[in-house]
């Protein structure tokens, strides 16, 4: 089945450490994206990539930081700089960003929960 | 600049009553708009979405949404709710041109049918 994966479903950190999640796509895709949801309110863009070795920071890229060595793989490290990391993230990806007009498909994403 | 407004945070319907969501934009471009559903603890799946093609737009499971560039509308409408669309609701919009940035998420829309 073609999509995106991500892992863990569930992941609790303490206070002070960094911790990475995973987001995997076999669809092909050039372009893929790391969201944070927060109840009540929408998506808001971390990074993005469009392309192998190449990412651009989004609207609320201080403490974190990514990587894009291959075209299926965006992970994702939350670093101990991210003051409220505690929320829900969502890898998603598309085929290219031209125009805007691309769907975005999205992974089940990761819960993180800092203790 | 650009903005999306999704006017009611929860709406509340009978099974087999219509629904309506509702969704303002501006955008100093013509837009794309989206529609996605979120069912707890999942991603987000596309449900429809406008081009500059057709004004009304018909998407997966029964719902539908009209493009009305007058009213900077584009609500979503489905003639008979099933319990299975009990989730959330986001709208989207972005610059049919321009980088990814400017893509914008509404604050979601959680919608429970009542059997």
């Known amino acids: 089945d073609g999509g995106i994966t991500q892992s863990p479903k569930y992941l609790f950190r303490k206070e002070g450490q960094n911790v990475t999640l995973s987001c995997e796509q076999n669809?092909?895709?050039?372009?893929m994206y790391w969201y944070r949801q927060d109840p009540g309110q929408g998506l808001r863009l971390i990074y993005y990539?469009?392309?192998?070795?190449?990412?651009q920071k989004g609207d609320i890229a201080e403490g974190y930081s990514v990587s894009r060595e291959k075209k299926e793989s965006f992970p994702l490290t939350v670093t101990s700089a991210q003051k409220n990391p505690t929320a829900f993230y969502l890898c998603?990806?598309?085929?290219?960003?031209?125009?805007?007009?691309?769907?975005?498909?999205f992974g089940p994403g990761t819960r993180l929960t800092v203790l | 600049a650009q903005s999306v407004t999704q006017l009611d945070s929860h709406v509340s319907v009978s099974e087999g009553t219509p629904v309506l969501l509702r969704c303002n934009y501006s955008s100093s471009y013509s837009p794309s708009l989206f529609w996605y559903v979120q069912h707890p603890n999942k991603g987000l799946q596309l449900l429809l979405k406008?081009?500059?093609?057709?004004?009304l737009v018909k998407g997966i499971n029964g719902f539908e949404a009209e493009f009305k560039k007058s009213e900077t509308s584009f609500h979503l409408t489905k003639p008979s709710a099933h319990m299975s669309d009990a989730a959330e609701y986001f709208c989207v919009v972005s610059p049919i041109s321009g980088g990814y940035q400017k893509v914008t998420f509404g604050t979601g829309t959680k919608l429970q049918v009542i059997p």
């Open positions: 990539s469009q392309i192998v070795n190449d990412f």
């Open positions: 669809l092909n895709h050039d372009a």
């Open positions: 406008y081009t500059s093609a057709a004004t």
């Open positions: 998603a990806s598309s085929v290219g960003l031209a125009g805007n007009t691309d769907t975005q498909y």
